[in-house]
């Protein structure tokens, strides 16, 4: 069974950082491109950041860009969400999500980051 | 960066409706589109990728057309379970994107 654990949300002030972490099982992680997705309370999906299978190659959304930085460690299995410089609208769920746009995406649960002084 | 948009981003409708819900590209992204269904306090979930395949488990109630920049999600005989919110996703290049999504109310 496919399963994705996400952690490391919390109250943050404005200008903070915070580390996400996503462990995964059930799946070969090589073979697949892993996505961070939030969703601001109330509000609609926004695709944030991504990880190829093959490489470390990651991409962002520009609202992201120079802040954050999305990585992955193939011996755990755990991809990461270092986010930096936090601001008021960084406030969302951030899910983690296996193959985004291929049958058989997974996402977990979600993982809360409220930024507020 | 390519843009999404959903028309309506709310659609009222009835049990047993044809729903039709329509997604926009600011580019041509052949095919590479996804429909995502989040009903309320959930998880969103895949219902079809490619434009038109539909995902494993997925009512053949819905189904998926289009291609470049014109889409469109169909739910033929709305159910109770359906009222939701759909999000469209292009996936044809990075940085990805959603609609900004259609909820479907009675």
């Known amino acids: 069974e496919v399963q994705l654990v996400e952690s490391g949300g919390d109250l943050v002030q404005p200008g903070g950082s915070l580390r996400l972490s996503c462990v995964t099982s059930?799946?070969?992680?090589?073979?697949?491109?892993m996505t961070w997705v939030r969703q601001a309370p109330g509000k609609g999906l926004e695709w944030i950041s991504a990880?190829?299978?093959?490489?470390?190659?990651?991409y962002y959304a520009d609202s992201v860009k120079g802040r954050f930085t999305m990585s992955k460690d193939k011996s755990k299995g755990t991809v990461y969400l270092q986010m930096n410089s936090l601001r008021v609208e960084d406030t969302a769920r951030y899910y983690c999500?296996?193959?985004?746009?291929?049958?058989?995406?997974?996402w977990g649960q979600g993982t809360l980051v409220t930024v507020s002084s | 960066d390519i843009q999404m948009t959903q028309s309506l981003s709310t659609l009222s409708a009835s049990i047993g409706d044809r729903v039709t819900i329509t997604c926009r590209a600011s580019?041509?992204?052949?095919?590479?589109l996804a429909w995502y269904q989040q009903e309320p306090g959930k998880v969103p979930k895949l219902l079809i990728y490619?434009?038109?395949i539909l995902e494993i488990g997925v009512p053949s109630r819905f189904s998926g057309s289009g291609s470049g920049t014109d889409f469109t999600l169909t739910i033929n005989s709305l159910q109770p379970e359906d009222f939701a919110t759909y999000y469209c996703?292009?996936?044809?290049?990075?940085?990805?994107?959603f609609g900004q999504g259609t909820k479907v109310e009675i």
């Open positions: 999500v296996k193959g985004l746009s291929s049958t058989g995406a997974s």
């Open positions: 059930g799946f070969t992680f090589n073979d697949n491109v």
């Open positions: 990880i190829k299978s093959k490489t470390d190659t990651a």
């Open positions: 580019q041509n992204i052949s095919h590479w």
């Open positions: 490619k434009a038109s």
């Open positions: 996703h292009q996936y044809e290049n990075y940085p990805k994107s």
